[in-house]
């Protein structure tokens, strides 16, 4: 797939901290009826769909806000996401999906286009990121120093993982997986998506797993890394 590919009008998803990067992928339940709408549309025609987070400060604590497509005002939108293609797709015999998007390349969101079948939809632009279409360089980054950075994290947050499964990827994977799998906030997961080139996302990887594994653990447990 090339720039030229991609529409210059996509379908939103937005959903709060969660995280599509170029070559990742992203399972997701969907049962919105927007949402729903939204993947019906997406595999009639590119089975493209932008992969987009709502700005933290615009939310309450509900993970899907009243206002976000509704009668009331949309929360507002990061300005960078990530187009995802859907590589695997189950339909449940309730009329909802279970779909994998698998992340092809980062977007500038230039304006928004109304409401289609319940969802934004908006202008976007790729042109910025056409280095994520083509094969990454290698990436030197201490591999050593994030991997016990790693170790501390979940120590300090009591998440369990599957540490030969995360020893055995390649260094390009890694910088894909753990950006997206790891429990960070909204904005840090943003820092992330954001960050020019893999070398720049090991460095804020590298910085938000030091910082976050010398925090006081609140004693909550999370799930295993997958």
């Not at 992203?26 to 700005?55: C, H, K, S």
């Not at 806000?65 to 995802?84: A, E, F, M, Q």
């Not at 992340?103 to 304006?111: D, S, V």
């Not at 753990?178 to 090991?202: H, N, Y």
């Amino acid at each position: 797939m090339t720039l030229a590919d991609i529409p210059p009008e996509l379908g939103l998803f937005p959903l709060r901290a969660a995280l599509l990067l170029p070559q990742g992928k992203l399972p997701l339940n969907v049962f919105e009826p927007r949402y729903v709408a939204l993947v019906e549309d997406a595999l009639a025609a590119t089975r493209l769909i932008g992969m987009i987070q709502p700005r933290q400060d615009e939310l309450d604590q509900d993970d899907d806000p009243p206002g976000d497509g509704g009668d009331g005002p949309s929360p507002d939108l990061y300005r960078i996401g990530c187009v995802g293609r859907i590589t695997s797709m189950t339909e449940r015999s309730d009329g909802t999906y279970a779909v994998t998007l698998t992340g092809l390349a980062r977007f500038r969101l230039l304006r928004e286009s109304g409401l289609h079948r319940g969802y934004r939809r908006a202008r976007i632009d790729v042109s910025s990121f056409a280095s994520d279409l083509t094969e990454a360089e290698a990436t030197l980054y201490d591999r050593d120093r994030m991997m016990q950075a790693l170790r501390r994290y979940c120590r300090s947050r009591g998440i369990g993982a599957r540490w030969s499964m995360i020893e055995q990827m390649d260094d390009e994977a890694l910088l894909v997986t753990l950006p997206m799998i790891c429990p960070f906030v909204a904005a840090e997961k943003q820092a992330l998506l954001e960050s020019g080139t893999l070398a720049d996302r090991a460095r804020t990887l590298q910085t938000l797993l030091d910082l976050a594994g010398h925090e006081p653990d609140e004693g909550a447990s999370r799930p295993p890394l997958s």
